[in-house]
């Protein structure tokens, strides 16, 4: 009995798995196709000063207008396409795009604007090249210096070589500044981020989503500010949604703030037209 039922339960699993890679495959294909047939965009979020008057930043988020299924977050689709080999191609494809908006806000905006771009850990590669194209493609638009900034995850930078460290270096001589993302659900150190050259620090949403409540948050964020700044390290709290977490935040003297409380994400046309123009 107990073989018959061990056999019954592979051939259970052995379809499931079956079942699930042809799903996998088939949304491979329909990244492809996506790209192809230009079903990317980016959504802008404002990110404040903390005074909370003037824009400074727009973190550029993908969208994935499908045809079926509608508009499609980024966490339906990145973890995969970084498994697949994909995250290059949308990748390569963010890049070009975000330069181009970045243009053209600055051409509109009186003050800079700069653009705040995700990138995986695996589109950083040892050869360089990945640095290489941002600095070509800066210097083809013209970006003006410091319009850009590249988003990278602490683990990208975990155990990093002295290779990296020169990638990184390169792209500050070009003006091009650099922002540790979700700072504090990694392992590493600020002293350790220093040395790498890093600009902004972009604190967790989860230690902000209920500063309001826990002193324990209210410490840490604290603390990681303070010792940012003494390393000459600006921060951006992300995922504010209150006015109390806002006026803590400003209190603390956190440099910039991003959340649902200014804005949620945005079309690139609304962006413009409510962030921009005058
Ligand atoms: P992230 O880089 O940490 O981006 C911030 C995420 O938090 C965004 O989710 C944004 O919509 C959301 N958010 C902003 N303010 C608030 C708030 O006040 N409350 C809440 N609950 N959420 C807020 P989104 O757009 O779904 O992006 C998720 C993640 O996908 C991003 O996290 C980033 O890791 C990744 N991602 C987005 N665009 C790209 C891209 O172009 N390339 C790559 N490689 N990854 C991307
Ligand atoms: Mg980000
Ligand atoms: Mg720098
Ligand atoms: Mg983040």
Not at 88 to 108: E, M, P
Not at 243 to 255: F, H, P, V
Request: net charge negative; charged share 30%; hydrophobic share 35%.
């Amino acid at each position: 009995l107990s073989k018959k039922k061990g056999r019954n339960r592979y051939e259970f699993f052995s379809y499931s798995i079956e079942e699930k890679a042809t799903e996998k495959r088939k949304l491979i294909e329909e990244i492809k196709l996506g790209l192809k047939e230009s079903q990317f965009e980016l959504y802008y979020q404002p990110i404040f000063s903390v005074d909370g008057k003037s824009i400074t930043k727009a973190e550029a988020l993908i969208r994935w207008n499908h045809p079926q299924k509608g508009l499609i977050g980024p966490n339906e689709f990145i973890p995969m396409a970084e498994k697949n080999g994909l995250i290059s191609d949308i990748g390569r494809w963010v890049k070009s795009q975000a330069i181009q908006d970045c243009t053209l806000f600055n051409k509109i905006s009186k003050r800079l604007i700069q653009v705040s771009v995700n990138t995986s850990p695996l589109e950083i590669d040892r050869s360089g090249e990945w640095v290489e194209q941002w600095i070509q493609a800066s210097e083809q638009f013209n970006l003006p210096g410091h319009s850009v900034l590249i988003e990278v995850t602490e683990n990208t930078l975990m155990g990093t070589d002295s290779e990296i460290k020169r990638q990184l270096k390169r792209l500050s001589e070009f003006q091009i500044d650099v922002a540790i993302d979700d700072f504090g659900v990694g392992y590493s150190s600020l002293a350790y981020l220093q040395r790498l050259d890093i600009d902004i620090l972009k604190i967790d949403r989860s230690f902000i989503k209920d500063i309001e409540k826990n002193d324990n948050s209210i410490a840490l964020v604290r603390a990681i500010i303070t010792m940012a700044h003494n390393l000459n390290v600006e921060v951006v709290a992300e995922g504010v949604e209150k006015q109390e977490q806002y006026m803590l935040l400003k209190q603390m003297q956190c440099d910039y703030i991003q959340g649902y409380y200014f804005s949620k994400p945005v079309s690139k046309k609304v962006f413009v037209s409510e962030f921009i123009e005058e």
